[in-house]
């Protein structure tokens, strides 16, 4: 990363997860709210670490269609603060590398990995993943949750991707799906205000996979199922507000709440939802 100057969509996503409410001091406030500050292990952090939609389900229901086993080489790209990496190495015995772009979102995924006792198994890599930092054919399973949304170049992503897998490795992830009725300034609205850019529909989606070399593409329409998950995610970052204006003022938190309502609203609308992909290298 060093050397390189920063694109705008690069800097929209610093920005974006600078004012985000889940950050590892929020993961650990409320962790101790919950049990204090005692020794904690990767389960202490699970229901407060998993920022993506559906929790350990969804992280579980990646894994299996990547076939993840405990000689599973793994990587996590666009990791965050690492929830669903620890929860892969703790419960199916895995090694995963995680790829992030924040430098204070990586920093927060060792540190919460070293906390818990995970580092033989999990670690962490600042990255660009239009251009990952590994030789050809290094991993078995390659998984991301919502975290494409805010690459511009998604073939990029995808052929990168299908590099690093070894031959017979499985992609998996999830991302947010432009339905028909998402109009122009709605995308130019999420792209300038949550850094979502060049949202893709399940079918560009499996064209894109196609493109980059992929068989056995299957895409799954999880818009429904997000619904409910969404309410409660919006209900949940209001109920953050006390430790998000102490983070981060009263006027970022306004700005948050009012953006993520619109995106939820999208949702509702039927304007926006989710997907889930897989596919064989």
Not at 155 to 165: G, I, Q, T, Y
Request: net charge positive.
């Amino acid at each position: 990363m060093e050397g390189r100057a920063l694109q705008p969509t690069a800097m929209r996503i610093l920005d974006f997860y600078d004012r985000h409410p889940i950050s590892e001091s929020q993961v650990l406030d409320a962790v101790r709210r919950a049990r204090g500050d005692e020794t904690l292990t990767a389960d202490d952090l699970y229901p407060f670490d998993q920022d993506h939609y559906g929790g350990l389900g969804a992280v579980d229901a990646l894994a299996r269609r990547a076939g993840i086993t405990p000689a599973s080489r793994v990587l996590d790209v666009g990791a965050g603060l690492g929830g669903p990496a620890r929860f892969l190495a703790s419960r199916r015995g895995c090694r995963v590398v995680g790829v992030e772009l924040h430098p204070d979102r990586a920093a927060g995924m060792e540190r919460l990995t070293r906390r818990v006792g995970l580092r033989h198994a999990v670690s962490v890599v600042r990255a660009d993943a239009t251009a990952l930092p590994f030789g050809a054919a290094r991993f078995d399973a390659c998984l991301s949750q919502e975290a494409l949304l805010h690459v511009a170049d998604k073939a990029a992503v995808l052929a990168e991707a299908r590099r690093v897998l070894l031959p017979g490795g499985r992609l998996a992830f999830s991302d947010w799906i432009a339905h028909s009725g998402l109009g122009d300034l709605e995308r130019a609205r999420l792209a300038d205000w949550m850094a979502a850019v060049t949202l893709q529909s399940l079918d560009g989606y499996r064209a894109l996979l196609g493109r980059a070399g992929f068989r056995g593409v299957e895409a799954e329409d999880l818009t429904d199922e997000w619904r409910a998950i969404l309410r409660e995610r919006l209900a949940m970052y209001r109920a953050l507000r006390e430790d998000t204006v102490r983070r981060l003022g009263e006027a970022r938190y306004r700005e948050y709440d009012a953006l993520y309502a619109f995106f939820v609203g999208l949702v509702e609308a039927g304007k926006l939802g989710g997907g889930r992909f897989s596919a064989t290298r």
